[in-house]
């Protein structure tokens, strides 16, 4: 009988003392803060296997900004804008064939054949210059995704043509990055990609992780509201986020390729808020091009794929109607219904 006693004992303490490190174990963070993509990220992981699932992300993050950077001499992109075509990775494939959707589904606002405009702008070396009418006439003439062909695994461009992932490239990578620490069995997680956010799971209480969006007007940190989430990515674009000064005048980097001008349709920021990184970081950039109006025409025809927040020139905010229990803010809102 006391035998007993002493091997209850024993194994009870020992239980109780693995259910302490259990919870320990799961709720251990791992974070990690890398510059790629021409941004700084963060990562974080929780559980034990965080560690080895951030060091495996960040490897991806390095292959897929090489592969997709436009000065990377060995990467996909920089060969084939300089010869016409080359061969794709799977990784490329795929992203492609969201923008081809995304293109056409958006009537050519997004479009990744931007780039002679976005060089004619100065946004690939820095050297900012508004162009003439006949500078914005001749890139112009070089931008239309719809003379890029894919063939099995081979690229080829239009003629003249050159591409740039940029309004895409990071929601992928973001959507990867939950793939890999899946993968290595981390079940709460988030990335922070420039401000472009993805959160696997919950937080390790339960609850939902708070994404904070940017007032578009404010200083860095200011925030227009934050939105409640559990396995989506929350993805803004903005004017602010790259631009330059001339003559009192701001001129950002997601350019109109109607007008071949930064666009101005009425829109400050667009939040695509949705289960699919790739996905939403293509349709931020597409419906900031869009404007008001036509963006709130698409969400409606595809509210079951995302939701969204945005921001206009008049400091309105509209909030699409599957996020109005998720959503806080201090400003007026105004929800955006299907009918
Ligand atoms: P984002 O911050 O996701 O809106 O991406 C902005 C980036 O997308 C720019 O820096 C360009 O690389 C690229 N871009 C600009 N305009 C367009 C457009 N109309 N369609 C597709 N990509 C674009
Ligand atoms: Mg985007």
Known sequence: MALLAIGMCIALSSCKKAGISEKAKKEQAYSKDIFAMDTYMSLTAYGEHGEEAVKAAEEEIHHLDNIWS?????????NINKKGTGEISKDTKTVLEYAKRLNEETEGAFDVTIYPLMDLWGFTTQKYHVPTKEELRQAMARVGQEYMTIEDDTLTLGE????????????????RIMEIFKEHGVTSGMVSLGGNVQVLGTKVNGDKWNVGIRNPKGNDGELIGAVSVADRTVITSGGYERYFEEDGKTYHHIIDPFTGYPAENGLISVTIISKDGTLADGLSTALFVMGTKQATEYWKEHHEEFEAVFVTDESKVYVTEGLKDDFQSDYDIEIVRVN
């Open 70 to 78: 436009i000065v990377s001499k060995d990467g996909e992109v920089y």
């Open 160 to 175: 003249q043509q050159q591409m740039d992932l940029g309004g895409i490239a990071k929601g992928y990578t973001s959507s």
